[in-house]
């Protein structure tokens, strides 16, 4: 789901994850396209988005299945 849309939850989890003090946390992986990664690395400018760099939504399950096989 884009971020911005009705049941978005990135823009929640940002702040829940403010509110318990978490934004420091080490370790943050984003798994988004570039585009829905920017509010959370405003967060956590250290994470990980290893989604980030493809070129449409259909290829991340490939890209997710290459990282889980190590």
């Keep these: 789901m884009r971020l911005?849309?009705?049941?978005?939850?990135?823009?929640a989890t940002v702040l829940a994850a403010s509110d318990r003090g978490l934004l420091g946390a080490p370790?943050?992986?984003?798994?988004?396209e570039r585009g829905d990664t920017r509010i959370v690395t405003a967060a956590w400018p250290?994470?990980?988005?290893?989604?980030?760099g493809g070129r449409s939504m259909g290829e991340q399950p490939q890209r997710l299945a290459t990282i889980a096989a190590g």
């Design 46 to 52: 250290h994470a990980r988005t290893p989604l980030a």
């Design 4 to 11: 911005g849309r009705t049941g978005s939850g990135a823009a």
């Design 27 to 32: 370790g943050v992986v984003v798994l988004a």
